[in-house]
């Protein structure tokens, strides 16, 4: 594990101010950067500041650039802290930035709740709703492998599945496990995965539908396009599994070109969810007040922490647009707590990603959320409710892993 520790070494005021903050690294089943400040008071805060694949680049922004400007700041200031690191720095947003940010802002969240003696949600506006609506991740290597696995989720009481099966002429896909458990980055180098567009959309409508035929539709269905089709692909492709009645198809193009959604919204009406990659309100602005999208899936830990995420809420309750926040394992114990807090407080909360982290993450980030009967609800216990295990954190260290790189079969690179 990788620790770099600051701290304030006089006396600023009688008032509680940062007086340490700790960036912490370890792999307990995959990389994580924790940002841990400390208050004159003894009261610690938790952030989670991970960027899968990219780990290293918000480590060094935090240790080099962020945490000296924390300490003898007052922790109860979160809004004016916010707004001194995104406007002081003039270099705004971007993935590496946005997720620094995060990292304070939770932090500050769980130091709020400790000092008031209370759960975030409360602190947030109280309960919008009693728990928190998730869907999990069924995949298979062929259409019967996927179908059991939907069987399972269902057997375990998730309300909502996401389903991803292997295209049989690429021996693969985005999403499906190859082993106990879903892990996308490996060591080493990127590994370099064959992608055919022409082969999905000929496979995964049908065993979409075999889903349904098999489980009908007790359930919600979900799928993730993650970027692959074009426009007009992704409008073929949602026009052709309308019957299935999809919670959504999500990221079914890259978002950069965003005027590209309205032709999409044009010629179906499966409902689109776009946004874990994007990381402002001003990344998503056009998408949510032309209702291009009807999910927005920007996460606490990418999107500027619970202040600036509670912003891009607020601004999609008006058009209608509904959240769905990120939730993979690829964001610590930490962002989940935080999510969850956020999901019950939010009137236009509508699904929260859920994948159970592996026992080797759970005892380095201790507490967190429950999940029964399809849903997740948060810790009752002052703030956040996730503590961190140095000791255990110490059995993990860093590994350096990379995230896939897609190549059709004519050897071009395409998007992941």
């Known amino acids: 594990m990788l620790v770099y520790k600051y701290w304030n070494t006089g006396k600023v005021s009688d008032l509680s101010t940062i007086e340490r903050a700790e960036v912490l690294v370890a792999s307990p089943g995959r990389n994580f950067v924790t940002l841990r400040l400390t208050t004159s008071d003894g009261v610690t805060g938790l952030g989670d500041a991970t960027l899968n694949g990219r780990e290293l680049a918000v480590a060094s922004y935090l240790r080099d650039h962020v945490v000296p400007l924390l300490i003898g700041r007052d922790p109860a200031r979160i809004e004016d802290t916010w707004q001194y690191l995104y406007r002081g720095a003039y270099w705004r947003r971007g993935p590496v930035t946005m997720t620094a940010i995060a990292a304070v802002d939770t932090a500050l969240w769980d130091i709020k709740g400790k000092v008031a003696g209370l759960p975030v949600y409360q602190l947030l506006g109280g309960r919008s709703r009693d728990g928190v609506l998730v869907y999990s991740h069924a995949s298979g290597t062929d259409v019967p492998s996927l179908l059991d696995d939907v069987a399972r989720f269902r057997d375990e009481g998730y309300r909502a599945i996401r389903a991803q099966a292997a295209v049989p002429e690429i021996g693969g896909s985005y999403g499906v496990r190859r082993g106990a458990v879903y892990e996308p980055a490996a060591t080493s180098l990127p590994d370099e995965q064959p992608w055919s567009t022409e082969a999905y959309l000929d496979f995964a409508p ?95 830990v990418h999107a500027g922490g619970i202040t600036h995420l509670r912003r891009i809420f607020d601004l999609a309750a008006l058009y209608q647009v509904r959240t769905g926040s990120h939730g993979a394992t690829d964001l610590s114990p930490i962002t989940l707590a935080a999510a969850v807090h956020l999901d019950l407080a939010v009137p236009n909360f509508g699904i929260q990603e859920y994948m159970p982290h592996v026992p080797e993450t759970m005892e380095v980030f201790r507490g967190g959320v429950s999940f029964a009967d399809g849903m997740l609800h948060p810790s009752e216990e002052p703030g956040l409710g996730v503590d961190y295990d140095d000791d255990a954190a110490a059995r993990f260290p860093y590994e350096p892993r990379y995230l896939p790189v897609a190549r059709r079969l004519d050897g071009s690179v395409h998007d992941w």
């Not at 359930?219 to 409008?235: G, K, N, Q, S, Y």
């Not at 499966?270 to 899936?297: C, F, K, M």
């Open 206 to 300: 049908a065993y979409l539908e075999a889903v349904r035929e098999t489980h009908g539709f007790g359930f919600h269905l979900l799928h993730d396009v993650h970027h692959r089709l074009t426009p007009i692909e992704a409008a073929r492709f949602g026009k052709r599994v309308e019957d299935c009645r999809l919670f959504w198809m999500e990221d079914p193009t890259p978002a950069e070109n965003q005027e590209a959604f309205r032709l999409i919204r044009q010629h179906t009406t499966t409902p689109v969810a776009v946004g874990e990659n994007l990381s402002s309100i001003w990344d998503v602005q056009h998408l949510i007040t032309e209702q291009l999208i009807d999910y927005v899936r920007t996460t606490v």
